[in-house]
């Protein structure tokens, strides 16, 4: 069974950005009946997530989580583009998902300024940058928001929804609804601030456990475990920072170090010899752990 909710207004949206987060993203908003174009430079990208989809779909209607006619109906309004603005002139909402880099990410919301209509929401799934930094990029500053999901996105609930300075109540209104179209939990941010909610305390929860790392106190083993088992947690930092993309969390460090110039936004040492070492987590198949074969369903 599918565990979205029919939309109450079927959408046109538009997905830059195929990776993990993109690809997911676009697969969930046509799972809850929205028309999506899945739209990235990198063909062979396109192509990758469109097998990881199928191949994850496949393995949910076999376990009886989602029903055959659901999938195929979604597949069937999920169309893949090599052109990042495909679509774009008649969408109704378009989610950039592309890499975590600034200048590229005002370079897209320029171009799709120039093609989108004035009322098309332009949203973000960046927990970088705050709106305020990318809204300017094209027309109507009035009309951008960030919508950050989680990865997996194709599981996990909550998406946060923020507003910048300039935020329309009607677009804040419209991306609530189209979050809880798609069955998801909404959080809205009133204000902007670097990282959002989950990501700040989450960060602390990170900082602190590379702290006690890095000072020999346990090892990665013994801190995962202490916060599976006496936190609750469902995965220690260590794991999830491998399940997420170790690159991912270091880009955000950087981001976050160029805003503010103080040297404790920057990444540490432990995470910054991993990257310059190509360990990325599960996606290179080794990080903090080690894996039998790479998962390229994780990460950017």
């Given at each position: 069974m599918s565990d979205t909710t029919p939309p109450t207004e079927r959408l046109k949206v538009l997905v830059v950005g195929a990776g993990a987060m993109g690809s997911q993203i676009a697969l969930v908003a046509a799972l809850a009946g929205h028309d999506v174009a899945l739209a990235d430079v990198d063909a062979?990208?396109?192509?990758?997530?469109?097998?990881?989809?199928?191949?994850?779909?496949?393995?949910?209607?076999?376990?009886?989580?989602?029903?055959?006619?659901?999938?195929?109906?979604?597949?069937?309004?999920?169309?893949?583009?090599?052109?990042?603005?495909?679509?774009?002139?008649?969408?109704?909402l378009v989610i950039e998902a592309v890499v975590e880099d600034l200048d590229v990410?005002?370079?897209?919301f320029a171009t799709l300024g120039q093609v989108c209509r004035a009322d098309t929401i332009l949203a973000s799934n960046t927990s970088s940058f705050v709106p305020s930094r990318l809204a300017d990029a094209a027309p109507h500053p009035e009309r951008?928001?960030?919508?950050?999901?989680?990865?997996?996105?194709?599981?996990?609930?909550?998406?946060?929804?923020?507003?910048?300075?300039?935020?329309?109540?009607?677009?804040?209104?419209?991306?609530?609804a189209f979050v809880e179209g798609l069955g998801k939990q909404p959080v809205v941010l009133e204000k902007e601030i670097n990282g959002f909610i989950a990501?700040?305390?989450?960060?602390?929860?990170?900082?602190?456990?590379?702290?006690?790392?890095?000072a020999g106190i346990a090892s990665v083993e013994s801190i995962d475990l202490a916060c599976r088992?006496?936190?609750?947690?469902?995965?220690?930092?260590?794991e999830l920072?491998?399940?997420?993309?170790i690159d991912i969390g270091y880009r955000t460090k950087l981001a976050r170090h160029a805003e503010t110039n103080d040297p404790a936004d920057l990444p540490s040492r432990?995470?910054?010899?991993?990257v310059e070492a190509g360990h990325l987590g599960r996606k290179?198949?080794?990080?903090?752990?080690?894996?039998?074969?790479p998962d390229q369903t994780t990460g950017a």
């Open positions: 062979d990208a396109l192509d990758r997530a469109d097998r990881q989809l199928r191949e994850r779909m496949s393995q949910q209607v076999a376990k009886g989580r989602r029903a055959a006619a659901d999938v195929a109906a979604a597949f069937d309004r999920l169309a893949l583009h090599t052109d990042p603005a495909a679509g774009a002139e008649d969408a109704d990410k005002r370079e897209l951008f928001v960030n919508l950050h999901f989680f990865n997996p996105a194709l599981v996990m609930r909550c998406v946060e929804v923020v507003r910048g300075p300039d935020t329309s109540d009607d677009v804040a209104a419209r991306s609530v990501n700040r305390i989450l960060n602390a929860v990170r900082d602190e456990a590379i702290r006690l790392h890095e088992t006496a936190l609750g947690y469902p995965m220690g930092p260590f920072m491998d399940l997420t993309g432990t995470v910054t010899d991993l290179t198949g080794r990080g903090f752990y080690t894996y039998d074969t």
